[in-house]
């Protein structure tokens, strides 16, 4: 398990939504970018690495308890999502590295799966 702060410092992560969030411990990560393979696959406690910046992947962040929503290639969502992001408690982080790039730096961190 690995804090959250420590990996926001190694990849460099900018905070989007959840400043009132308190500091998690990371279980794993999972990436994709289709909602019902996330749903299926994620684990509580995961970051979630996509590109996808639309309100639905709020709900599936809140369901599936996951320590935080990662945001690639520099991508931002709109303040709607923000907002939704900040009432849901579901931490939205950005990177302007690709997904493949997050997730072998977080290999690197020595987070897993």
Known sequence: MTKLGTIRK???????AGED???R???GAYG??????V???ARKGDLW????????????AAMKELAAVVIANGR???PEVLAKAREERVLLLGCALSSFEIAC?????GVKR
């Open 10 to 16: 190694h990849l460099g992560l900018t905070l989007l």
């Open 21 to 23: 969030v308190p500091e």
């Open 25 to 27: 411990d990371v279980n």
């Open 32 to 37: 994709g970018d289709l909602l019902s393979d």
């Open 39 to 41: 749903m299926a696959n």
């Open 49 to 60: 690495i996509t590109i996808q910046v639309h309100m639905n992947i709020i709900p599936v």
């Open 76 to 78: 931002r969502p709109e």
């Open 105 to 109: 730096r977080l290999h690197e961190a």
